[in-house]
């Protein structure tokens, strides 16, 4: 079994689901098959790792009663969790799948203001937590200043926590360049190309920035996920690239959160590079097949798993 998974989430929401025949403007959309998640990225990846059969706990920012709802959401799906309290609402994302088009439309709300003293006790809460994995996910909300996650990155080392890291924009550039003790960075290919800035068409350029970043001591791993030409893993070894089977995608919404959960799990419990990586891909691969955020079935992605390694080599 793996050591314990914490995960961190700043700006957290109620994902609602739905599917509409037909999504136009100015008129009242029907919507039906609707499901509510507890969502924002640490949540999702400690659902999936839940759903594996890890050991995960998530902290997140929660409130108002839309953050009350997130918490009973959060108990319904039997997940460990606590909360540092904050005066604003926590935030409702949708996401609306039109049968007539197929195309998925999301709408994610920035998330309420957040003040220091509030994100001060997300510090210190992190500071007496039990954990072997410490992997913070998701957006910075207003208020929370650029480098927090440099600063969470250098508690994690301080304490001997293994962590992981998987955010955007000014957030990520700060962390990075902070070299703040981070075991697995995950970013989307757009991601990589803000980060070095430029676009990286090749898979030998993505492959070298990859490496770069280890090189520089961004990360001990560098995981890229490419969408459906699967993903890569940079270490200071190399770079593998692992190809995910083609299948029906029916969201998107969670599946790079899936992909972190099943890495981590797996380095978690001590596996390798090589089996870490499969496991993400399969994670991604099966949540992308699924309506709802980060949907997997555990015996689903160990099959897959164990598919994608022979099949790899």
Known sequence: MAARIVTLTLNPAVDVASEAAAVRPTEKIRTFADRFDPGGGGVNVARVVAALGGEAHALVLAGGATGQWLGELLSEARIGWEHVPIAG???????????????????????????????????????????????????????????????VGALARTRGLHFALDTSGPALRAATAARAGIAVLKVSLGELESLCRKRLATMAAQDAEAAALVRAGAADRVAVSLGADGALLAT??????????????????????????????????????????????????????????????????????????RTSG
């Open 89 to 151: 609402r926590s935030r409702v994302s949708l996401t609306v799948h039109d049968r007539s088009s197929g195309l998925e439309y999301r709408f994610v709300p920035e998330g309420p203001r957040v003040t220091e003293a509030e994100w001060q006790a997300v510090l210190a809460r992190l500071a007496a937590l039990d954990a072997a994995w410490l992997v913070a996910s998701g957006s910075l909300p207003p208020g929370v200043p650029e480098d927090f996650y440099a600063r």
């Open 236 to 309: 200071a070894a190399g770079v593998r690239r692992l190809a995910g089977p083609a299948v029906t995608v029916r969201s998107a919404v969670g599946a790079g959160d899936s992909f972190l959960a099943a890495l981590v799990l797996a380095l978690a419990r001590g596996g390798n590079d090589g089996a870490a990586l499969a496991a993400g891909v399969a994670a991604g691969t099966i949540a992308v097949t699924r309506v709802g955020t980060a949907q997997v079935v555990r015996a689903e992605v160990e099959a897959l798993t164990e598919r994608l390694l």
